[in-house]
């Protein structure tokens, strides 16, 4: 089955600063990548996402990109606000949806 | 609000007890998941329905049991747990299991 595996765990930025996350995945048939934010005592909610016959998306501050070849993914926050802070999450999925273990984004004003 | 609802919220409950969480989504899914979200291990899988029908169990403890009456709604049946269950328990709704998932605000469960 699909294997995600995501880095850093944690991630502290100064406000402004930009902020990346990276996920790999096992199953070359995976097609679908999306990425949750998690704000504290809230539910994960996708913030973007992007299908395997597009290499990169962009949705204001946030980009994703994808490497079909070396099979990994990144979340690209630019200019990073303090309500940027929250657990992101990325997945893959073919047939089933795997989720990485997330990354704790910290925004230091 | 994202068409995934949880009661309770909040559920206190002794290691002897029996009692429910249940999740109704209202998005016309055909597909429900429960999650298990700690600080240990973020977003662990429990089960999964498609069509009503369990298509996952990631080796859960039988203390946990699902059930899926019809498509927009779920159940996960607690007894004799252990302080160790104490989590968040997410539920989640999506069309078709490749697809985005909509998770409900989950149950904050405690163990005692």
């Known amino acids: 089955g699909e294997n995600v595996e995501q880095h850093p765990s944690t991630l502290s930025v100064q406000e402004g600063d930009s902020a990346v996350i990276k996920c790999t995945y096992s199953?070359?048939?995976?097609?679908?990548f999306p990425w949750y934010k998690q704000e504290l005592g809230k539910r994960p909610q996708l913030i973007i996402d992007?299908?395997?016959?597009?290499g990169e998306k962009k949705d204001q501050r946030i980009a994703v990109t994808l490497n079909k070849t070396a099979k990994h993914f990144s979340l690209h926050i630019t200019e990073t606000q303090p309500e940027d802070s929250a657990v992101y999450f990325c997945?893959?999925?073919?047939?089933?949806?795997?989720f990485g273990a997330g990354t704790r984004l910290t925004v230091k004003p | 609000e994202t068409g995934v609802t949880q009661t309770p919220r909040h559920l206190v409950m002794g290691m002897t007890n029996k009692k429910s969480l249940k999740c109704e989504q209202h998005?016309?899914?055909?597909?429900m998941y429960w999650y298990k979200q700690s600080a240990k291990k973020p977003l662990e899988l429990m089960f999964v329905?498609?069509?009503?029908?369990?298509?996952e169990n990631n080796s859960v403890p039988s203390r946990f049991s699902p059930e899926c009456p019809n498509s927009s709604h779920l159940f996960l049946h607690l007894h004799t747990l252990q302080p160790e269950d104490s989590a968040l328990y997410l539920c989640?709704?999506?069309?078709?299991?490749?697809?985005?998932?909509?998770f409900g605000p989950g149950t904050r469960l405690t163990v005692l």
């Open positions: 989640a709704s999506s069309q078709d299991k490749a697809n985005e998932q909509f």
């Open positions: 199953d070359s048939a995976s097609n679908y």
């Open positions: 992007i299908r395997s016959n597009v």
């Open positions: 997945a893959a999925s073919k047939r089933d949806m795997r």
């Open positions: 998005l016309g899914h055909n597909a």
């Open positions: 329905y498609s069509l009503e029908e369990r298509v």
